[in-house]
C-alpha cells in the first residue's frame, strides 16, 4: 500500500483565553493521498482553518498550542522539526493560499518581487533569473502583460489579479502539497470559475496533492476527490466526493447539503440548520451536533460518538447507526413552502411602487475641476430604467464594480444621482427637501453587506435597534424597549440580546440586528446589498427565509442586490443583470433560468458551482476581469467578453428592448433575431 503523502493523527490545537481554553481543533484525522484532492467543508468556527496552519505550523504562540497529535508528511513528524527546518518546507513542499490576497500581500512591494523572493529563497536562483522566472509564473497564471503586472503594487490589480498573484507565489516552487484556504469566497462568480479552472489545470500540470478548505459545497463537488465535514473541532463525516452527495451519512451533512440554493429549485424555502456552532470554549456534551439535530436521541446527549466506517471508504461519527444515519439528501422530509401566497404581479400605475428612470452617477477622479487638468469619470452608473412593484422583490445581479451598491445607495437617496428620476410611491424623490427626505426614511431602508461595520460598535442592540423610533416617534423608554425586544423576537433573536453589544454575536446574528433596525418603523421598500454574501451557507438559508417571510407577513418590497444568480433566482420574482452601470437583461426569475437571451447571463448562470459532482453543466468562461469603468469599451460593453461578438458590437451599443413576454434584452445578436 502506497503511504499517503500528508498524515494527521489526533491532532489537537487549543488557545487559551482569559475567558477559558479555545479547543478550535479537537482530535482530527485525515489522510492526503499525492496528487488527491481532499475538501475541508463546515461552517464558519468549525476548525478547518486552524487545522491547516496546524500543518503548515503556523498557529500564533501564545496563546495557540499543539496540544496532541502527529502530522506527517512523507512519514517524518512536522512536530519535530525545528523552526529553521520548517521554513524550509514551507514554500517548497507545502504552500498555501490564504483567503484574503490583499492582506497576505506586503503592499509595499512590487507583486513581482514578492514572487522572486519566494523562488529566490527556495530554488537559489540570482536576483535576475528569479525575475525571470516570476513572471514566467505570472504568464502561467493566466495574467496578460506579466512583465508589466509583475511591477505594479497589489492595490493596483483586482480581485481576482490578486489571487492569481497569490497563486503564482504558492506553486513557484512546484510544492508537492498546496493548501487552500477559501481561495475563491471573496470573488465573483464569473472570477471564481477562472480561479477553480486554472487551480484544477495547474494541478495536473505540476502532479501536485491540495488540501481545499471552503463552505461552498459547489465548489467541492467540483474540485475534490474526498471530503471531510468538521464540525466543532472535529470530523464528524468523510467520503469519497460522489457518496458524500449521494448518501451522506451524518445530519449535519445532509442539512448544509440542503441548504444550498440550486438555480432549478422551485421552493420558497430553504432548509435550515437551526442554531449556531457552539463556543470552542464550553463544546456541549455527547455529540456536540445533538442541540442542532432533528434525529438525536438520550445517546446523542450523554455519550460524543466515534468516527467509525459504515460501508466502505465512508465513515461518519453519529450513533443513529446504518437505519437513521443514512439521510440520503432528497429523503429527508422536505420543508413546505410558505403557505402564503406571493403578491399579486398587477402591471397597472398604481401598483408600482418605485420608479428608476435614467439614473446615473459618475465619479471624477484624477484632479479637480477647473485646476486645469483634465478629469477622467467612473460611470458607475450610466443610465439605469426599471421599476418594482409593491410586494415584489427585484433582483440585481452582476460581478463587482458593475454599478450595484452604488445603483442601491441612490435608491434610498445615501448617494445624491447626477442624473434621472426616482418616484417613490408616487412622489418625486429628486425634488424633496431635507425634511420630506426624513419622513421618506420611514419607507425605505437598507440592509448592508457587511452588518458588523453597519453597527455601532459602542451601542448596545436595544439603542442599535430602537434609535429609529428615537428619532421618528419618540416614546418613553420602556415603550421603546418593549418594541426592540418584540422586533427582536421577529427576526429570530431572544428577548435577552437586547443589552449585549454587536461584537458578542454570530455573523448571522448581527445580519438581524440590522435587519431588525431595518424593519422597526414598517417601511414599504427595503434594498439589501449583498446580505449574505459573507454568510455560511446554513446561515444564509436562514436570512433567506428571514427575509421571504417578512416580505409575506409586511408586505415589504425588496431590491435584493447580490453577484450569487442562484441565491437572487431563489428570493426575486424578477431578476435584472447588471454589467458596467447597465442593465442588460431583465426578466421574471423563472424565465431568466429557463431562457437567459444574453451571453453574460447565461456566463454568469454557467460559472456557478454546482452541488453535485455529476453534473455535466456545460461551463462558460469569461476572459479577464470587467473593463474599467472610467474607460468603458466602444458599443457594447461586454463585447470585450462575449464568445459572440460581431463587428456591429464593436460600433454600436443595443438598447435594452422587449423579447417578448416582458423579458428585456440589450445585444445585438438577440435583436436580430
Not at 44 to 71: D, F, W, Y
Amino acid at each position: 500500500m502506497v503511504s499517503p503523502l500528508l498524515e494527521v493523527r489526533g491532532l489537537c490545537t487549543h488557545f487559551r483565553t482569559t475567558g477559558g481554553i479555545v479547543r478550535s481543533v479537537d482530535g482530527v484525522d485525515l489522510t492526503i493521498g499525492r496528487g488527491e484532492t481532499l475538501g475541508v467543508v463546515g461552517e464558519s468556527g468549525c476548525g478547518k482553518s486552524v487545522t491547516a496552519l496546524s500543518v503548515m505550523r503556523l498557529v500564533p504562540s501564545p496563546p495557540g498550542e499543539i496540544c496532541e497529535g502527529e502530522i506527517l508528511f512523507e512519514g517524518s513528524n512536522l512536530l519535530d522539526k525545528t523552526e529553521i527546518e520548517m521554513c524550509g518546507i514551507r514554500g517548497k513542499d507545502i504552500s498555501m493560499i490564504f483567503q484574503e490576497p490583499m492582506t497576505s500581500l506586503n503592499p509595499v512591494h512590487t507583486c513581482g518581487r514578492q514572487i522572486a523572493e519566494a523562488i529566490r529563497v527556495h530554488q537559489g536562483l540570482s536576483g535576475e533569473k528569479a525575475e525571470r522566472e516570476a513572471c514566467e509564473m505570472l504568464r502561467r497564471v493566466g495574467i496578460p502583460e506579466p512583465e508589466r503586472r509583475a511591477s505594479e503594487y497589489p492595490h493596483q490589480l483586482s480581485g481576482g489579479m490578486r489571487q492569481r498573484v497569490m497563486i503564482a507565489m504558492a506553486l513557484s516552487s512546484r510544492p508537492k502539497l498546496l493548501i487552500a484556504d477559501e481561495p475563491t469566497t471573496a470573488l465573483d462568480v464569473t472570477i471564481q470559475a477562472q480561479i477553480l479552472d486554472l487551480m484544477r489545470k495547474l494541478k495536473s500540470e505540476f502532479g501536485m496533492a491540495m488540501m481545499l478548505i471552503t463552505h461552498d459545497l459547489g465548489v467541492v463537488a467540483e474540485m475534490a476527490d474526498r471530503v471531510i465535514v468538521m464540525y466543532a473541532g472535529k470530523v464528524v463525516e468523510e467520503a469519497d466526493v460522489r457518496s458524500l452527495f449521494v448518501r451522506s451519512l451524518h445530519p449535519y451533512t445532509a442539512g448544509l447539503l440542503r441548504s444550498v440554493p440550486r438555480l432549478g429549485d422551485s421552493q420558497d424555502r430553504l432548509a435550515t440548520i437551526e442554531g449556531t456552532v457552539p463556543s470552542a470554549k464550553s463544546m456541549p456534551a455527547g455529540c456536540r451536533f445533538h442541540p442542532r439535530c432533528e434525529f438525536a436521541a438520550d445517546i446523542c446527549r450523554e455519550k460524543e460518538p466515534p468516527l467509525v466506517s459504515v460501508g466502505q471508504s465512508h465513515k461518519a461519527a453519529c450513533w443513529l447507526g446504518d437505519e437513521r444515519a443514512r439521510v440520503v439528501v432528497a429523503g429527508i422530509p422536505s420543508l413546505e413552502p410558505s403557505d402564503r401566497d406571493r403578491p399579486e404581479s398587477a402591471s397597472g400605475a398604481a401598483d408600482l411602487l418605485l420608479i428608476a428612470d435614467g439614473l446615473k452617477k459618475h465619479f471624477a477622479v484624477g484632479g479637480r475641476r477647473g485646476a486645469g487638468r483634465p478629469v477622467a469619470a467612473v460611470r458607475a452608473v450610466d443610465g439605469v430604467s426599471f421599476s418594482l412593484r409593491r410586494g415584489e422583490t427585484l433582483g440585481i445581479v452582476g460581478e463587482s464594480g458593475c454599478g450595484k451598491t452604488t445603483l442601491g445607495r441612490m435608491l434610498v437617496r445615501l448617494s445624491q444621482p447626477d442624473a434621472g428620476r426616482i418616484v417613490f410611491d408616487g412622489k418625486d424623490v429628486m425634488s424633496m427637501r431635507p425634511e420630506e427626505l426624513r419622513r421618506l426614511r420611514r419607507d425605505v431602508q437598507i440592509v448592508f453587506q457587511d452588518p458588523y461595520a453597519s453597527l455601532n460598535p459602542r451601542l448596545t442592540v436595544g439603542r442599535i435597534v430602537g434609535e429609529p423610533f428615537e428619532i421618528h416617534e419618540p416614546a418613553k423608554p420602556g415603550k421603546i424597549r418593549d418594541r426592540v425586544q418584540n422586533l427582536l423576537g421577529i427576526v429570530g433573536l431572544s428577548a435577552d440580546h437586547i443589552d449585549r453589544y454587536p461584537h458578542e454575536f454570530s455573523g448571522g446574528q448581527r445580519q438581524r440586528i440590522g435587519i431588525a433596525r431595518a424593519i422597526a418603523l414598517n417601511p414599504k421598500m427595503i434594498v439589501c446589498d449583498e446580505p449574505v454574501s459573507a454568510l455560511d451557507v446554513s446561515v444564509q438559508a436562514q436570512i433567506l427565509n428571514l427575509l421571504s417571510d417578512m416580505r409575506d407577513q409586511f408586505g415589504l418590497s425588496y431590491i435584493f442586490i447580490a453577484h450569487g444568480l442562484a441565491v437572487v433566482k431563489h428570493i426575486s420574482d424578477r431578476v435584472a443583470v447588471m454589467y458596467l452601470g447597465k442593465l442588460v437583461e431583465v426578466a421574471a426569475s423563472d424565465e431568466i433560468y429557463r431562457n437567459p437571451l444574453h451571453p453574460y447571463t447565461q456566463a454568469l448562470m454557467s460559472a456557478i458551482p454546482v452541488p453535485d459532482p455529476d453534473s455535466q453543466v456545460e461551463r462558460v468562461l469569461l476572459e479577464g476581469d470587467v473593463p474599467s469603468p472610467i474607460n468603458i469599451p466602444a458599443g457594447c460593453r461586454f463585447h470585450t467578453r462575449c464568445r459572440y461578438a460581431m463587428s456591429e458590437c464593436r460600433l454600436s451599443e443595443p438598447e435594452l428592448v422587449d423579447a417578448g413576454a416582458g423579458h428585456l434584452v440589450a445585444c445585438h445578436l438577440v435583436n436580430r433575431g
